[in-house]
């Protein structure tokens, strides 16, 4: 059964920086594309950044060259990086897991239906 387990999320000024972790267990980690969604109160779940099995990265335009996504498979662990936090950044962020041939489109098209599994979230808020 796979599982993934986010933490790192917290409270944090605008301007500041996070780092999120997602450990994943029950699963051969080096062959799953991972993901990071985030929702905030009263909106839809967004794709954030995913990262493919191979190693290949997209970030949605409102965080690129804020935040990084990255991944250890020696540790079973996906990462965000989260620099320069912004308020409209608080939300819920939710890591996710799709097996390699489950999903073989661009990464840039990915979408919350295409992971098939998801970790609990960890709250992220920036004030202002």
């Known amino acids: 059964q796979v599982q993934l387990v986010e933490s790192g999320g917290g409270l944090v000024q605008a301007g500041g920086s996070l780092r999120l972790s997602c450990a994943a267990s029950g699963l051969t980690f080096r062959m799953y594309t991972m993901g990071w969604f985030r929702q905030a109160p009263g909106k839809e779940r967004d794709l954030v950044a995913v990262?493919?099995?191979?190693?290949?990265?997209y970030h949605v335009d409102s965080v690129k060259g804020r935040f990084t996504i990255s991944r250890d498979n020696a540790k079973n662990t996906v990462y965000l990086q989260m620099n320069s936090l912004k308020p409209e950044d608080t939300s819920v962020y939710y890591c996710?897991?799709?097996?390699?041939?489950?999903?073989?489109?661009?990464?840039?098209?990915?979408?919350?239906?295409?992971?098939?599994?998801w970790g609990q979230g960890t709250q992220v808020t920036v004030s202002s």
């Open positions: 990262i493919s099995w191979g190693g290949s990265t």
């Open positions: 996710a897991a799709v097996y390699y041939s489950d999903y073989a489109g661009a990464l840039g098209s990915v979408k919350y239906e295409d992971f098939r599994s």
